[in-house]
């Protein structure tokens, strides 16, 4: 299947500091990208879609100006977590659907295990 | 608001035993359903779908049943094996996975040797 990367695969950042977490689709071109967030022994929780090339949609209950969103390439999207606070401490997951596969599965990253201290 | 949602949080069966994960939905306007398998650390891997024009899938060692008139979908896992440990979670879609995905919560699957 095609493959969708996530990096870093953990970061560990101080209160109060921003975390850029990257996306990227390798082996297909990714019109749609998805975020979510997935906290210990729960389920995974859609924060945004994001489109290349135009603004995220946000859920409700997301703040997007605390999740900042860009999808300025097809093949990758940054979600930046702005003045982290421990709260925010998740695992963090993007999952992207592309040219070819429209209407069918998105592919998941590995995720992105965030600790803020 | 609408989700999917979950049967049993933890299921143990025996090593070569069938396994069968439940999930309801209640969201009357889904028209695409997923099960994926989770290991410990890491994302969400793709096993099964189904769209709602349809009412059972096979794929190799799994089968996902879909029963609209309950709003309830299965998977069913054969000859079960170690490597199968992991959560399980349904995830519903409007559109044909067009949009994000609304997922279960989850089921713990624990193999016995």
Known sequence: GAVVSQHPSRVICKSGTSVKIECRSLDFQATTMFWYRQFPKQSLMLMATSNEGSKATYEQGVEKDKFLINHASLTLSTLTVTSAHPEDSSFYICSARGFGRVGTEAFFGQGTRLTVV | ?113
Request: proline share 4%.
């Open chain 2, 1 to 113: 608001g609408e989700s999917v949602g979950l049967h049993l949080p933890t299921l143990s069966v025996q090593e070569g035993d069938n396994s069968i994960i439940n999930c309801a939905y209640s969201n009357s306007a889904s028209d695409y359903f997923i099960w994926y398998k989770q290991e410990s650390g890491k994302g969400p891997q793709f096993i099964i779908d189904i769209r709602s024009n349809m009412d059972k899938r096979q794929g190799q060692r799994v089968t996902v049943l879909l029963n609209k008139t309950v709003k309830h979908l299965s998977l069913q896992i054969a000859a079960t094996q170690p490597g199968d440990s992991a959560v399980y979670f349904c995830a519903e879609n409007i559109g044909g996975g067009a949009d994000g995905l609304t997922f279960g919560k989850g089921t713990h699957l624990i193999i016995q040797p």
